[in-house]
């Protein structure tokens, strides 16, 4: 969990020198704190590693771990198109709002982690056993 944590850490320490740390701290504009939050691939890869360790962690058998995430995904490919038009930061921080859509100029918006669940859900199809080589 700590090495997710970086990854966040270096995501959004990327964008200070960009948009100058005093400036951030002296004059807080909506257009600073726009670019300071956006979401790039690092803050994406950190926030879908963290979901699935939590999904992971919270289940107890492996059945139903790839169970939920089949379910997950089915959610995100049916809620994934009416998402991008909500303006999410009517509802929360911009810190969190950024990670559903472009509205607001992210670079990389997840919803949420869409391609990992597909990935993991997927994995055991393409791992060999190691007796049958």
Known sequence: MTRIGLLFFAGYSLHIPFFSFHKILLYPTFSNM??????????????????YCLHELSLKTEKSFYNLLLYVLFIILLLGP?????????????????YFNKIHGSFSPDFPGGHLYSAVHMLPNFIIPHGNQ
Do not use: T
């Open 82 to 98: 009416h998402v991008w038009s909500i303006d999410f930061y009517n509802y929360m921080p911009l810190l969190f709002s950024n």
């Open 34 to 51: 726009e670019g300071l939050f956006n979401v790039d691939i690092l803050e994406l890869i950190a926030s879908d590693f963290y979901s």
